[in-house]
């Protein structure tokens, strides 16, 4: 199979199972996170050209990211979404604003609650707050939901693209989605 070929029936065929409701699940465990890059960590090889070659450089080969990098930037979207009232008010978790301090990075800066249990600590509204309040006004900012998309310009950079061993770097310590 071809390098093209196989992406497009990765992408259509598989990709989406394994990233079907991930805003709503997202694995935190070491484990978790493995067994789910597993399985396209052994899609990618049945590229014959590609076997030889190492996970993350059959990635770059293919030009596909994580699946972690996926689920991140997916959950940067629905704040997106979430923030500029995309969708029903009714319909979704009410984010709270941090209104009291002076806001460094965005005018759109989340407050982050305490958690003690892991249940609430890896829930939606608190594993987003750290990676949201990063980003600068320049992306918080775009008009239209296509041009917020183009968030992965903004973390090229990152290890966490083609290593999902990596932490996305510049969030201010934050543990994301591990």
């Known amino acids: 199979m071809d390098k093209t070929t196989f992406t497009l029936l990765y ?3 598989v990709r989406p199972h394994l990233e079907y409701a991930n805003s709503v699940w997202c694995p935190y465990k ?15 090889k049945l590229i014959i050209s590609l076997k030889h070659l190492s996970y993350s450089e059959r990635l770059k080969q293919l030009q596909l990211p994580t699946l972690k990098y996926r689920r991140l930037c997916s959950n940067m979207i629905e704040v997106f979404k979430m923030v500029h009232k995309c ?5 979704v978790v ?23 249990y892991n249940l609430r600590k890896f829930s939606f509204c608190l594993r987003v707050v ?6 600068s006004d320049s992306v918080i900012d775009a008009d239209t939901l296509n041009t917020f998309k183009s968030l992965g310009k903004h973390w090229l ?3 966490v693209l083609y290593n999902f061993h990596s932490e996305l770097t510049g969030t201010g310590g934050a543990s ?3």
């Open 11 to 13: 992408k259509a065929m």
């Open 30 to 44: 070491k484990g978790d996170i493995e067994i789910i890059e597993k399985v396209q960590k052994r899609a990618t």
């Open 87 to 91: 969708y029903d008010v009714c319909a």
């Open 94 to 116: 009410n984010l709270n604003f941090n209104t009291l301090s002076t806001t460094r990075r965005n005018k759109y800066k989340l407050q982050k609650s305490e958690s003690h």
């Open 130 to 135: 750290n990676i949201w309040n990063s980003l």
């Open 157 to 159: 950079d990152q290890d």
């Open 176 to 178: 994301v989605c591990m």
